[in-house]
């Protein structure tokens, strides 16, 4: 089984970054393969809402998510990381979202297609922010969750904790744990 890291992150050997190698070692552990995407080192371009693939199940727009969506596919869990700017998800990490639209009809139903292959695939979401509440990120946690829910895949949960400047999450062990849980979690049946 595979075990597929989306760190949404710009900032490579950050506090998203540090957690979510935890957590795909902790996938690893329990016997996944794994891989890590960073969107920052990728092309992707947001969704033009041109509804082409909510009738043929492809995107009009030939980027590096094409790909991404082929390991989307692959997956048995996704686990996301992302850090909070300004109250929300990265630019970048919400043009990776959006273009999940290719996965859905216009009746926002899993394009038949896909669904064999999306159907109870698991997902899970990290969150750092600066601020020491990590309810900072609710809008992040609540988008996620809500696209778990409406499509019935199985939500892994959520690690939301804080860390400033870069690195500093190296230092928060429980925090370090837990992703290494939630990685652990993706991959056991």
Known sequence: MKVLGIMGSPRVGGNSDILLDEALAGAKVAGAEVEKIILDKKKISGCKDCKKCNKMGVCAIKDDM???QKKILEAYAIIH?????????????????????????????????????????????????????????????????????????????????????????????????????????????
């Not at 939500?155 to 939301?160: E, K, N, Q």
């Not at 400033?164 to 290494?180: L, P, V």
């Open 81 to 189: 990381s992302v850090p909070v700017y300004f109250w929300s998800m990265t630019s970048q990490m919400k043009a990776y979202l959006d273009r999940w639209c290719v996965f859905f009809d216009e009746e926002w139903r899993w394009q038949k297609v896909y669904y064999p292959k999306m159907r109870g695939k698991r997902i899970g979401l990290i969150t750092v922010c600066g601020d020491p509440d990590v309810h900072t990120a609710d809008p992040i946690v609540h988008s996620f969750k809500s696209t778990a829910e409406m499509t019935k895949m199985n939500w892994l949960g959520t690690i939301m904790t804080s860390a400033s400047d870069k690195g500093d999450i190296a230092e928060n062990e429980t925090a370090k744990k837990q992703a290494w849980e939630l990685g652990r979690k993706a991959a056991t049946p």
């Open 66 to 68: 094409v790909e991404i």
